[in-house]
């Protein structure tokens, strides 16, 4: 489903013009990716999900590609991506079934406790009624699948702890040629997507204490407006909002470094971007980032015990020349996640 600009979505599209594949998908958003950019000659299924309440529009979709999805035995081969997409393996009864597994879905599986603290009773109660369907359904699903493809092999283990499944760690892919390296000006970056799992607001917190240090965040979501609040009266943080991928790369070549904190993150394609421009990435000591940032060579890690003061002793750490001089670092570990390796990693299954 193609609702925001994340790296999923960008996964899909440089796949499906890659390999020349048509493409089935429940929603197209103009918050989105333009879909325009694929080749003419392809064929779009648009599968026109029009229910946009939360948990609910996910059965609706499930259901959607369980019901609507009979062309799938038309192809040879058929990859699934998301959480809903696999149900509809069953109307591809003959040919190879590749399923590219972002994660298990955090809400049933790892993070089924942070997301029931989340919502009030009501909220809760949906939730588990989605999950109670959704679960065998996607586990069935998930066993009929020829090849699992994981993002990282921090979600590898994921797939192995919860479905009982082996994969193969292909990580997403970054067009590292698009990105660029200016001087530093006086700033640092957050790219990551306002929710709390992304801890932004850790980030605020830093720099409160970090007055002469700017920070621009550079992006949205549901927590944008809390956020705003929290950073309201401090004039070195600065919010763009949504921003076209052009001013995105040109705020992420004059940054010092990114700032990249989630919460056991999957992988994390906004570091690799980051060091794509040849800048350094700040970042969680564990999940995803650890396979593609090297503590002290190309960014620092975080202590997870102490975030807001270990993420001012990083800051203060990496200033402007020391960034520079990590610049070819960055840029020689980004290409080990480009897109060419990513179409190798694929096509050899296909």
Sequence with gaps: MFDIKGGGERLVITLTNAIQADLCYGKHSNNSFPLDILHPDLIQYNLNLNNNLPGIRSIFLARLFQ????????YQNAIY?????????????????????HTPPRFIYDKFDYYQKQFPLSHRIALNLLIKWLKPRYEQAVNQMDVIFANSKFVQQRIQKYLNKDSIV???????EKFYFSTPQDYYLSTGRLDSLKRID??????????????????SGAEENKLRQLAKGYSNIRFTGPISDNKLKRIIANSIAT?????????????????AAGKPVICSGIGGPTETIVNGENGLYIDEENIVESLIDCVNKLDINTAIKMQKACEGRAELFNEKKFIEGISQYL
Aim: with cysteine; glycine share 4%; net charge positive.
């Design 81 to 101: 991506s998301g959480v809903t997409a696999p149900l509809a393996v069953k109307n591809h009864p003959n040919g190879k079934n590749l399923f590219y597994c």
């Design 259 to 275: 700032i990249y904190i989630p919460e056991d993150e999957d992988f994390g394609i906004s570091p690799v971007e980051s060091m």
């Design 67 to 74: 019901n609507k999805t009979q062309f799938l035995k038309n």
């Design 170 to 176: 292909v990580h997403p892919p970054c067009d590292t």
């Design 202 to 219: 850790k980030i605020i917190e830093a720099f409160k204490q970090m007055p002469k240090k700017k920070l621009v965040i550079c992006s």
